[in-house]
């Protein structure tokens, strides 16, 4: 920051030593080319502090408004008229010179201006590239310390919690489903016999005969018994 500081201070100074010098320097050459042109004398000093002054006003606005960082393109016109001004100084002061035939004496008389017109362009300029170069540099926050871990830190400071596992949900096991027997096919003749049976047991004992009775008293499988009561 101190190192950006001095060196817009520096800048700025030369900018105003420059404004200065081709102040003192265009006064007298105007002066004198005002006598000559007839102007009278105590209006001929006034003409070139108007010029310069302007040129000295457009160049500490232009300073300021760069130190802010205005873009380029909303000073266009104070660009310009800055620059109309340095070329009037320019002319005001080589007029006399070129007129009387003293090219050398115009081409020295030519500096300040010159100078003054190229300070006025580039001066800005720098100022505004400084402060776009220094405004990341001091927004960007330095960190005063290496941050510990957080997840050590957290787990220093955090009490131990036993970790709780839900125990898995019992799935019941799947049994398949018994494959359905086949119909047993009870043949006619079968059929009437037992239910012949069937009829004298009820007669006999008073209550339906069972299926194990069919079995035993027809001579046949449990499947074909059990086929025959439920047909019965």
């Keep these: 920051m101190a190192e950006d500081r001095i060196t817009q201070r520096t800048i700025t100074a030369v900018m105003i030593v420059i404004a200065a010098l081709a102040f003192v320097f265009s006064f007298g050459n105007v002066w004198s080319l005002a006598l000559r042109l007839g ?110 871990d957080p997840e050590t830190t957290s787990d220093v400071s955090r009490p131990a919690v036993p970790l709780i596992v839900p125990a898995p949900a019992s799935v019941a096991p799947q049994i398949a489903p018994a494959p359905a027997s086949p119909a047993i096919k009870v043949p006619e003749p079968l059929l009437t016999e037992a239910s012949s049976i069937a009829t004298s047991h009820h007669t006999e004992h008073g209550e339906p005969i069972t299926a194990a009775q069919l079995k035993t008293r027809l001579g046949i499988g449990l499947p074909m018994a059990t086929a025959l009561h439920a047909a019965l």
Excluded: K
Aim: aromatic share 4%.
């Design 39 to 148: 102007v009278p004398r105590p209006i001929a000093p006034l003409i070139a502090p108007m010029v310069d002054l302007s040129v000295v006003g457009l160049l500490v606005a232009l300073r300021y408004l760069s130190l802010r960082g205005l873009p380029a393109e909303q000073m266009t016109s104070a660009t310009r008229l800055m620059h109309f001004s340095g070329l009037l100084t320019l002319a005001l002061n080589v007029a006399e010179p070129v007129v009387a035939g003293h090219y050398g004496r115009a081409a020295v008389d030519a500096v300040a201006p010159l100078l003054l017109l190229g300070w006025g362009s580039v001066g800005p300029q720098l100022l505004r590239a400084f402060h776009t170069v220094a405004r990341p540099a001091a927004s960007t926050p330095l960190p005063s310390a290496i941050e510990s």
